[in-house]
């Protein structure tokens, strides 16, 4: 059974010289409180394709421009309409499922490294080291609201306020980031290849942040995770994401508790629980250079 397409998704296809055979809303947030949408389309007499509905057509464009200078591995978009992107949908088995081998795990290291080290990005010269006090902040208002919906109590948010505090580098590198770099948004096709395949969140931000935020979400066992350290590590200019590895994780885990308590309450309970045992084992203090191993 086919879904009704969103007006603006519509024009997209009309614009690119597509009709939609059959439509399937792949969004994992409700589009009206996220103002994004995915679909996945499946087109008459052609491919099937992903159609990402962003917030506006600034956003889009710029993220269009962005991705069609990525590294090898990193899906590009092939259109883009006002604030709709379209791109090849890439069948193929998840990383996210299960644990992958370790010579697939050191390629998603090596991938994301080539992202972080790239020095420009449409055009705008990166990398540039910047006061680390802007995701601070983000972070201390991200508690402030989790301790006003009665997500974290006052004690445990004062621990993590300290331990911020106490890991906090001062200074970041920032460049090109992915924000959402785990295993379940790469795909092996049936050749072999590995694919990175959501790729809408792509800017501007701290390296070790987006670090941060891969452990976070891609939940390796430790030797896994050390494969992917060193993969990354050998194609990286900078030392300064994994050094602050504990810093930047916390910084993840309070965004990502904050997003979810605001527009998924369901599954606010993740990264929540993830904070609490960050502290109760003590990996952000104890293991702040040598990085924070997965549980």
Same mark, same amino acid.
């Given at each position: ?28 947030? !409700? ?40 590294? =090898? ?24 499922d ?59 948010? !004062? ?5 911020? =505090?106490?890991l906090?580098?001062q ?12 295993g ?36 390796l ?13 050998a ?52 293991t ?8």
């Open positions: 059974m086919s879904a009704p397409l969103e007006p603006e998704v519509a024009a997209a296809l009309a614009h690119a010289g597509l009709r939609a055979r059959r439509v399937q809303p792949v969004a994992t947030i !409700d589009p009206n409180a996220s103002g994004r949408s995915v679909y996945r389309i499946e087109i008459e007499a052609g491919p099937t394709i992903k159609a990402r509905r962003l917030n506006d057509a600034a956003t889009a464009s710029r993220l269009f421009e962005i991705r069609r200078d990525l590294p =090898a591995g990193f899906a590009p978009a092939f259109d883009q309409h006002a604030n709709v992107l379209l791109e090849d949908w890439i069948e193929g088995e998840s990383l996210g299960g644990c992958p081998d370790d010579a697939r795990v050191a390629e998603a290291g090596a991938l994301l490294a080539q992202l972080h080290a790239r020095t420009s990005a449409a055009g705008e010269p990166l990398h540039e080291r910047r006061s680390t006090r802007a995701w601070r902040e983000r972070s201390e208002q991200g508690l402030d609201s989790l301790l006003a919906g009665g997500g974290l109590d006052a004690p445990t948010a !004062d621990r993590i306020r300290a331990a911020l =505090a106490r906090d580098p200074q970041a590198i920032v460049g090109l980031v992915h924000s959402d770099f785990c379940e948004n790469m795909v092996i096709d049936a050749s072999g290849r590995l694919h990175v395949i959501d790729n809408e969140r792509i800017g501007i931000d701290a390296l070790g942040f987006d670090l941060g935020r891969c452990w976070y979400r891609w939940a066992p430790p030797r896994a995770w050390e494969r992917f350290r060193a993969a990354y590590a194609g990286m200019p900078f030392s300064e994401p994994l050094e602050n590895l504990g810093f930047w994780s916390l910084v993840a885990v309070v965004k990502s508790a904050a997003l979810r308590a605001r527009l998924d309450p369901a599954r606010a309970q993740i990264p929540l629980a993830r904070l609490r045992e960050m502290l109760s084992t003590q990996r952000a203090t104890a702040a250079t040598a990085g924070l191993t997965p549980p």
